[in-house]
């Protein structure tokens, strides 16, 4: 199982990015996903969640609010649009996927079976 994160760069604070997470190798719709993100010199962090079939959406707080998770199952695709962001968003962006799923393990990098390689997000002015 591959996943490809894409859609990362150099952003204003304010600004809005979309990242994408492609999936090859498996049948996407067996997979809950996640987006994580390590700043540097920081532990990753868990950012959203998303089911198997788009229901059950669920964000860490510093994002809520601001970040949309959302997968299309046709395409083997999950997004996370980031709107209004700012300099604390600043780090890689890596997406997930688990097989099973647990809510005690949703927010657990450790939990998650596949990982993208990451794609850089930097809010700068």
């Known amino acids: 199982v591959q996943l490809v994160e894409s859609g990362g760069g150099l952003v204003q604070p304010g600004g809005t990015l979309r990242l994408s997470c492609v999936v090859s190798?498996?049948?996407?719709?067996?997979?809950?996903m996640a987006w994580f993100r390590r700043a540097p010199g920081q532990e990753r962090v868990f950012v959203a969640f998303i089911g198997y079939s788009g229901s059950g959406r669920y964000y860490g707080d510093s994002v809520k609010g601001r970040f949309t998770i959302s997968r299309d199952n046709a395409k083997n695709t999950v997004y996370l649009e980031m709107n209004g962001l700012t300099t604390e968003d600043t780090a890689i962006y890596y997406c997930?996927?688990?097989?099973?799923?647990?809510?005690?393990?949703?927010?657990?990098?450790?939990?998650?079976?596949?990982w993208g390689q990451g794609t850089q997000v930097t809010v700068s002015s």
């Open positions: 997930a996927a688990k097989v099973q799923f647990t809510m005690r393990d949703m927010p657990e990098p450790g939990a998650y079976d596949y």
């Open positions: 190798g498996g049948t996407f719709g067996d997979y809950v």
